[in-house]
């Protein structure tokens, strides 16, 4: 199995007003990630059901270099200073690939 170098992060919106701003700044920062960044094997906002003001980001690179290449683009970097006027919190969640099964494409 690859075991690549992941991440869970949950975000909590300050309200729905917020939520659609911080989907807008998303979808952005999503163009800048298929473009810009191969060794992102991996990039999900998610809505947790009947939780309209959180939203979960699975994450998955190749490595650690991936990661940290994704970290240093101009569009995260971007991402990351505009979200703080959105949230009311942010929890990270760093992951091991322990086992499983990923698709040819990953």
């Avoid at 659609?20 to 952005?28: K, M, T």
């Amino acid at each position: 199995m690859h075991q690549g170098f992941g991440l869970v992060v949950r975000f909590s919106l300050s309200s729905e007003d917020a939520a659609a701003a911080f989907d807008e700044l998303c979808e952005r920062t999503m163009e800048g990630i298929k473009a810009h960044e191969p060794g992102t094997l991996a990039y999900v906002r998610h809505v947790p059901v009947d939780e309209p003001l959180t939203r979960v980001f699975y994450e998955l690179y190749a490595d650690r270099d991936a990661f940290e290449a994704h970290e240093a683009q101009q569009h995260t970097r971007r991402f990351l200073a505009e979200r703080e006027q959105y949230l009311v919190g942010v929890e990270v969640t760093f992951l091991e690939a322990a086992g499983g099964k990923l698709t040819a494409q990953l």
